[in-house]
């Protein structure tokens, strides 16, 4: 089943003057049910906005996005946001840094500006909370009432990726959450997004610039080069591609 059907989308910056840029040319792609996308590039190739466009933040100059059997083309990032969550390179961009870990959970799982942070402390809901920070295995659950500013940059965008599927949302979008982190933060950040991604079934896009990472993780693997998809491949054909292949694919 398609969880997001893209069709003939352009977008130019800077139509009719000398800086004019196509950066999308005609993109047409369909995302399915349960895929994990890595999406790799040059820069400037287009993938960026490419995941602009699908998230709302940009406006495609023409073309059809699809999501969740709804036409979104020219809906806004909030409707968009019913069917959709996003985790960005900034781990700052994703939570709220004067708020608690728990209070940017209960702020992620309600959707709503009408929860009284300062009195919720439902017992089962903290439980339930703490046991979800477990699986992070960053030791989230010890920090539950620490302001999120105070967090490690790896805790704090483990904590925005737990924040992002709360709602289990019909498409996760990765916009190189791992590239701000160090190598090490990286690779566990990484771990845990997997895990996550399997564990709840999610349909993923995941940009990024580490061709291991886009050769390890995913069933899937799409690279747009000059504002179109290069390179799409899945399945045993992704699982067998290397890295020469794929510095090749570059050229």
Avoid: C
Avoid at 10 to 31: A, S
Avoid at 71 to 78: D, E, F, G, L
Avoid at 84 to 90: L, N, P
Avoid at 223 to 231: A, E, N, P, S
């Amino acid at each position: 089943m398609k969880v997001l059907q893209v069709q003939h989308l352009q977008k130019v910056f800077f139509p009719g003057t000398e800086n004019e840029r196509h950066v999308l040319k005609n993109i047409n792609l369909q995302v399915d049910e349960g895929d994990f996308i890595a999406v790799i590039g040059n820069n400037g190739a287009g993938k960026s906005t490419l995941l602009n466009t699908i998230a709302g933040t940009l406006s495609a100059d023409s073309g059809e996005i699809d999501l969740a059997n709804h036409n979104v083309s020219k809906k806004s990032v909030a409707y968009r946001s019913r069917w959709m969550s996003r985790v960005f390179q900034d781990p700052k961009m994703g939570t709220a840094g004067d708020l608690t870990v728990l209070q940017n959970l209960v702020l992620a799982q309600s959707h709503t500006n009408t929860v009284n942070l300062h009195w919720y402390q439902k017992r089962d809901d903290v439980e339930k909370y703490q046991e979800l920070l477990r699986t992070l295995n960053m030791r989230l659950e010890n920090f539950l009432n620490t302001q999120v500013k105070y967090l490690s940059g790896g805790q704090r965008q483990a904590l925005s990726l737990l924040m992002a599927t709360l709602s289990q949302p019909k498409l996760l979008l990765l916009d190189e959450h791992t590239a701000a982190l160090d190598p090490k933060t990286s690779q566990e950040v990484m771990k845990i997004t997997d895990e996550m991604v399997q564990r709840k079934h999610l349909t993923t896009m995941m940009i990024t610039h580490k061709m291991s990472d886009a050769l390890k993780y995913g069933n899937r693997l799409i690279m747009v080069q000059d504002g179109q998809i290069k390179l799409d491949v899945k399945g045993i054909e992704k699982q067998n591609l290397n890295k020469e292949q794929l510095l090749e694919a570059f050229a």
